[in-house]
């Protein structure tokens, strides 16, 4: 019914900068919020930034003054400007969504497939 497309994943050197970008498409009513999780080998998922219909950002400690969350609601798309990069940043990026869907109205959560992010020299 909906579907979270994420693209902008790869390899980078410590340091440097990637965008991720996240496409909600499918019956959505209105979005209440979008997320960027990270899970790195072994270790659980993690929140790194939110941001919701009214504006509000969080962001994860471990990210803040490095990563810009920012969200086109004309295109239904989160982006995750990644800059400053560390080899502690690897992990697989997923975009989550809290979505009013249609027919019938009601609230859903879902989750992308994930884009590997690989910091590395």
């Known amino acids: 019914q909906v579907q979270l497309v994420e693209s902008g994943g790869g390899l980078v050197q410590p340091g440097g900068s990637l965008r991720l970008s996240c496409t909600a498409s499918?019956?959505?009513?209105?979005?209440?919020?979008m997320s960027w999780y990270r899970q790195a080998p072994g270790k659980q998922r993690d929140m790194v930034a939110t941001?919701?219909?009214?504006?509000?950002?969080t962001y994860a400690d471990s990210v803040k003054s490095r990563f810009t969350i920012s969200r086109d609601n004309a295109k239904n798309t989160v982006y995750l400007q990644m800059n400053s990069l560390k080899p502690e940043d690897t992990a697989v990026y997923y975009c989550?969504?809290?979505?009013?869907?249609?027919?019938?109205?009601?609230?859903?959560?879902?989750w992308g497939q994930g884009t590997q992010v690989t910091v590395s020299s």
């Open positions: 989550n969504a809290d979505i009013i869907v249609t027919t019938p109205l009601r609230n859903m959560n879902y």
């Open positions: 941001i919701i219909s009214g504006g509000r950002i």
């Open positions: 499918g019956s959505i009513f209105s979005i209440n919020a």
